[in-house]
T-cell receptor, first 113, second 113 residues
Framework: GENVEQHPSTLSVQEGDSAVIKCTYS??????FPWYKQELGKRPQLIID?????GEKKDQRIAVTLNKTAKHFSLHITETQPEDSAVYFC????????????FGGGTRLMVKP | KAGVTQTPRYLIKTRGQQVTLSCSPI?????VSWYQQTPGQGLQFLFE???????NKGNFPGRFSGRQFSNSRSEMNVSTLELGDSALYLC????????????FGEGSWLTVV
């Protein structure tokens, strides 16, 4: 089955700096890659997603890039703010296999003011 | 529009007992999936239901089961509880079309003592 690896597991940055989280996946049939942000004690919330027919997607300070050949995708957060502190999860799924997400292990992002 | 609603939010059970968790998806959503979140294993897929049928199943023992009703509401059941079943159980819903946004509920915190 699919395997998603996520790095780093923890990331500490200064407010205003950029943060990059990387994920690799194993199943070349995966074609949908969402990113979720989970604050302590709360639900995972989708922050951005990308489909395999697109190489990059941006939404204000957040961007995701996808390299299908290398089977990896990355989350980029620019101008980080303390409220960006949370655990971020990447995930992958195969479009023709329903809605089963395989998650990476998560990255705890700490933004220091 | 109301989000994904899960009940109960918190519960404590004794080893050997069984538990039933409930999930009401976003109105109009026909796919409901369940995930287990633990510090050690991260977010793991349990199963997905679509139109009252199990469409996907993760690698969990048969003690974990679920069902979906005609109104798309779903329940999951864990029988013969073990200490290791202590976790946050998350329900997620989407329209049913693969690759569409998956929305999570707040989860049910289960503690097995």
């Amino acid at each position: 089955g699919e395997n998603v690896e996520q790095h780093p597991s923890t990331l500490s940055v200064q407010e205003g700096d950029s943060a990059v989280i990387k994920c690799t996946y194993s199943d070349s049939a995966s074609n949908y890659f969402p990113w979720y942000k989970q604050e302590l004690g709360k639900r995972p919330q989708l922050i951005i997603d990308i489909r395999s027919n697109v190489g990059e997607k941006k939404d204000q300070r957040i961007a995701v890039t996808l390299n299908k050949t290398a089977k990896h995708f990355s989350l980029h957060i620019t101008e980080t703010q303390p409220e960006d502190s949370a655990v971020y999860f990447c995930a992958a799924s195969k479009g023709n296999a329903g809605n089963m997400l395989t998650f990476g292990g998560g990255t705890r992002l700490m933004v220091k003011p | 529009k109301a989000g994904v609603t899960q009940t109960p939010r918190y519960l404590i059970k004794t080893r050997g007992q069984q538990v039933t968790l409930s999930c009401s998806p976003i109105s109009g959503h026909r796919s409901v999936s369940w995930y287990q979140q633990t510090p050690g294993q991260g977010l793991q897929f349990l199963f997905e239901y679509f139109s009252e049928t199990q469409r996907n199943k993760g690698n969990f023992p048969g003690r974990f089961s679920g069902r979906q009703f005609s109104n798309s509401r779903s329940e999951m059941n864990v029988s013969t509880l073990e200490l290791g079943d202590s976790a946050l159980y998350l329900c997620a819903s989407n329209s049913g079309a693969a690759g569409n946004t998956i929305y999570f509920g707040e989860g049910s915190w289960l503690t097995v003592v």
